[in-house]
């Protein structure tokens, strides 16, 4: 079974720039979550979508979006890129409506690099 | 609100001997608590989880973490630590709304041969 699916890995944009980055979960999967890794943050909630609707968005600016499709596939799109938008970008998926009862399977990640 | 609170940033231990990792939580209810392990530059892999029913819960990899509703503890401990179990340690607890979590800010392993 494969599991949750990220491309790119590496990704170096320029500040301004737009980014699109894709998770494809696990096959059966509904819920597709995205979160953003750096050093001094941590780990930090983007959005949350089930059966293509976002049901929850953490704290970003509207420069951060996203999307899921009729395939649970999803994508975010970061807009006018800055310095520190630079971070691993996870995908999480899970099979459950309820996530938090059973956890997620992560994939590797996005590392963006703004310069 | 819920928060989660990992107290050491960075442990080092001898290959063989005994790990615990602290996690502290901060929930009204009964909390959905997790431990993932994330490897350099890997995702995060989800080692155990604790929601209901025997405080002691046993995940993968040989790891336990024990529920201290007292002490809003959930701590992850090994008896012996192996070389490979060095890695970026990280505790979270389920939002109430059931669809996200909040992490901790990580504990690095490292272990010595």
């Known amino acids: 079974k494969a599991g949750v699916t990220q491309t790119p890995r590496y990704l170096i944009k320029t500040r301004g720039q737009q980014v699109t980055l894709s998770c494809s979960p696990i096959s059966g999967h509904r819920s597709v979550s995205w979160y953003q890794q750096t050093p001094g943050q941590g780990l930090q909630f983007l959005f949350e979508?089930?059966?293509?609707?976002?049901?929850n968005k953490g704290n970003f600016p509207g420069r951060f979006s996203g999307r899921q499709f009729s395939n649970s596939r999803s994508e975010m799109n970061v807009s006018t890129l800055e310095l520190g938008d630079s971070a691993l970008y996870l995908c999480a998926s899970s099979p459950y409506a309820q996530v938090t009862n059973y956890g997620y399977t992560f994939g590797s990640g996005t590392r963006l690099t703004v310069v | 609100a819920q928060s989660v609170t990992q107290p050491d940033i960075h442990i080092t231990v001898s290959e063989g001997a005994s790990l615990e990792l602290r996690c502290n939580y901060s929930y009204g209810a009964t909390p959905y608590l997790f431990w993932y392990v994330q490897s350099p530059g890997q995702g995060l892999q989800l080692l155990l989880k604790?929601?209901?029913?025997?405080?002691l819960v046993q995940g993968i990899k040989g790891f336990e973490a024990e529920f201290k509703r007292s002490q809003s503890s959930f701590n992850l401990r090994k008896p012996s630590v192996h070389w490979s179990d060095a890695a970026e340690y990280f505790c979270a607890v389920g939002a109430d709304t059931g669809n996200q979590f909040y992490f901790g800010t990580g504990t690095s392993l490292t272990v010595i041969p």
């Open positions: 604790y929601f209901s029913g025997d405080t």
């Open positions: 979508y089930f059966s293509e609707t976002q049901r």
